[in-house]
């Protein structure tokens, strides 16, 4: 059986969405079977392009390659979910946000154009007419899931799987430092870990990882740390596998306090390394894995809350380390396979 595996790629922009169809595309082999990554270029500005990239992705053809048939694609990400196959499935990671949950709120971007609405239109027309033509749908998460219900009256199921390098993360020796790891841009929000951090009443040390691709909120983020007490929080920027591994195995507890977050990979990698996790009541995918008071802490999106759950597991150490061991324990019980995954959308 060949595969192809559709989604998009951003130039010199890499992430979650990336790790995933590698994972998926490892996955594939393993079970025995061909497997490749299909993208295509992918840019969101000015809203003009989404005509062009919405008729280019229907104009591709995957049905063979140097006149072997492709027996099945599995689409990801818009638009590249879009491309036409008479085998397609669909796991989707997200729609374009822009368009729906984010219009007219300060993190889209679409609603600022003269001509976004149109495109805005454009892109739900595209998913409410082309989406049910695939055989069957999957959303990554429950969250997703909503949101192609809520926004394009169109059912699917949430299928769950592992981060990638999973059984690489362990829980070693503690040290002072909460971690928050991800990408450094506005939806991830760590500028409310940083006004949070000016209200703890603990010398609590915070460390985050990631690459930016907000230049702009990358700055502010930069100003803001080097207006803290010296040790108070750090920037590492984009880390090695290695150096991931230690420091989720090493930290106090993760802090997840990204807005309406798809999947997230962050609150899995933590229950890996048996770490508490603090999110948001409206952080989105982390709820459907974090309970409050069993395996983390979910707090009301501001500073003042964020203070207070950073302060309590900073000064109860033992209650942080039953957190960090239940959410272990809960990930377990999932059982939580790319075997199972690859069944599931091979089928």
């Not at 592992?162 to 430092?177: G, I, K, L, T």
């Not at 962050?266 to 229950?271: C, I, P, S």
């Not at 996790?277 to 894995?289: A, H, K, N, R």
Request: net charge neutral.
């Amino acid at each position: 059986m060949r595969v192809g595996i559709l989604s998009v790629q951003v130039p010199f922009v890499r992430g979650g969405a990336e790790e995933h169809a590698r994972s998926l595309c490892e996955a594939i082999r393993a079970s025995g079977a061909e497997a490749e990554i299909i993208t295509i270029p992918f840019k969101w500005y000015p809203p003009a392009v989404f005509a062009d990239q919405i008729l280019a992705s229907q104009l591709i053809d995957v049905e063979e390659s140097c006149g072997k048939r492709i027996d099945r694609v599995i689409g990801l990400k818009f638009p590249a979910y879009l491309i036409p196959h008479p085998n397609k499935v669909l796991w989707i990671l997200h729609q374009h946000r822009s368009a729906y949950d984010l219009w007219e709120k300060p993190y889209g971007d679409l609603h600022h154009y003269a001509d976004g609405h149109h495109a805005a239109r454009l892109i739900m027309d595209a998913d409410r007419t082309l989406i049910p033509k695939a055989r069957r749908i999957y959303a990554n998460s429950r969250n997703v899931a909503d949101r192609l219900r809520r926004y394009c009256d169109i059912e699917s199921k949430a299928l769950y799987h592992p981060p990638p390098y999973a059984d690489r993360y362990d829980c070693n020796e503690v040290e002072d430092f909460f971690l928050v790891p991800g990408r450094i841009n506005s939806l991830k929000r760590q500028d409310l870990v940083l006004q949070a951090l000016k209200l703890t009443r603990s010398p609590i040390r915070v460390v985050f990882i990631g690459s930016a691709d907000e230049a702009c909120y990358a700055d502010t983020v930069r100003r803001t740390i080097g207006r803290l007490a010296p040790g108070r929080a750090d920037w590492l920027g984009e880390v090695s596998l290695a150096d991931k591994l230690r420091l989720f195995g090493s930290c106090l507890g993760i802090i997840v306090p990204t807005l309406d977050e798809d999947y997230g990979y962050v609150t899995l990698e933590a229950m890996l390394s048996s770490k508490p996790v603090i999110t948001c009541s409206d952080s989105g995918g982390p709820l459907e894995f974090v309970v409050n008071g069993e395996t983390g802490t979910i707090c009301e999106p501001d500073a003042a809350s964020l203070a207070r759950a950073m302060d309590e597991l900073w000064a109860d150490r033992n209650h942080a380390r039953q957190l960090g061991r239940a959410g272990r324990a809960g990930y377990e019980k999932m059982n939580l396979s790319w075997a199972q995954v690859v069944d599931t959308l091979l089928s």
